[in-house]
């Protein structure tokens, strides 16, 4: 490696030592970054770097679609779109034994394309569909291993929080991202309710079956839910369809999203508040961990690391496939102790150069490889979200549902979670399941 190469990884140890202090990750690049450019450019040039970064980001027209999409999540957990839309699913699937806890995956898959965030996706479900659950039976290990299952979702199905980060960090088209998310989404959602059937087919006794609510129920039901349909439908129909931009279709489901919590508990200064709180509070996470992300990418690219390390792996005397594989178990093992920004922000900079430079041996064109690999780093992140120690959103169903031992959570994410290692296998192995909807549009 080179001088430059060598600095490259002493600032990559700096920030891993910085993340296990605790310090925020956002910080943590940051800091890193910083000195890493003081070393390599001197203080001038480091300060300018970040005065450069840091105002190049607040004024991307890019990044507003960040806190519009925070604020439609935001929105949505707060105006009872899950109530709804659970008893839609619930009306339509819940008769029939394990219905329930499928139903609460398509209220999960539903949900997450309105509100955008797991962990919100996790919480709401918790609260709304495991008393349901109870109340007729259900094993706990199935209810809170689909709910965590359902809530992991929320950061594939479009418009999703960390698609967006992806495509602020690589500069991949974010309509190209959304679209290629679509076809793993749905086999996602047909993969955890075949989970679900086959967990009761051995075992009836897991997932009762509930009484026939009747086809009244299931109409008014439907009514019930529709104006979060028709948001779903025009923000994301928008998009595709190219009526407008996924930034004006942020706007638009903002502000459908306000109109309806609206509608439903008045105009509540104090939800109000709440809602605008944690938006902003949100959206400056979200911005730290991006201008952080930038100035350590900046540092990295300057240090030629992550072309020295690219250049080191393609000339391996190695498939490609098996480079997948190891970064398909690299992934697995942040995921038992990270979060998915941090994951994402962390390891794009360094792999989305290799993934460019083997795009041609993986049968795909750099463009193609990077909205590919997108879904690929979601998908792996998704996995995380489920695997213990950490697992975030094992610990918010825990933390919701109390009297539920963290052991029982993980024993039910256990089925949903192999599923999700083939189906990110798949993913790897077979990329047309991302590329076949952008390359259609």
Known sequence: ???????????????????????????????????????????????????????????????????????????????????????????????????????????????????GSSLATAATMARVA????????????????????????????????????????????????????????????????SVIALIVWFKPEQGPATPWQGWRALALATRHALPVIALFLVVLGGIYGGIFTPTEAAAIGALGALVYLISQVGFDRDILRHVMLDTISTTAMIFIIIIGAGILSFFMSFSGLPRVFAGAVASLDVSPYWILVAIIVCYLILGCFMESLGIITLTVPVLFPLIKALAFDLGMTPAEAAVWFGIFVVVAVEIGMLTPPLGLNVFVIQGTVRDVELATVFRGVVPFWIFDVIRLTLIAFIPALSLFLPRLL
């Open 1 to 115: 490696m080179t001088h430059n190469a060598w600095i490259g990884a002493a600032g990559f140890g700096l920030m891993m030592v910085l993340i296990g202090l605790n310090v925020p990750i956002g910080i943590a690049m940051g800091i890193a970054g910083f000195a890493g450019l003081v070393v390599l450019a001197g203080m001038d040039s480091a300060l300018n770097t970040v005065g450069i970064v840091g105002s190049g980001q607040f004024v991307s027209y890019n990044l507003s679609v960040v806190p519009l999409f925070v604020l439609m999540g935001v929105a949505a957990s707060h105006s009872g779109m899950s109530q709804g839309l659970y008893r839609l699913a619930n009306s339509a699937v819940g008769h029939r034994t394990g219905g329930l806890a499928m139903a609460t995956i398509g209220s999960s898959a539903m949900f997450s394309a309105v509100c």
């Open 130 to 193: 495991m008393p349901e659950m109870r109340k007729y039976g259900y094993d706990d290990r199935l209810g809170t291993g689909a709910i965590a299952a359902g809530g992991s979702l929320g950061i594939l199905i479009p418009p999703s929080v960390i698609l967006i980060v992806y495509s602020l960090i690589t500069e991949t088209p974010l309509f190209d991202l959304f679209a290629a998310a679509l076809i793993p989404g749905l086999i996602a959602v047909a993969g955890y309710i």
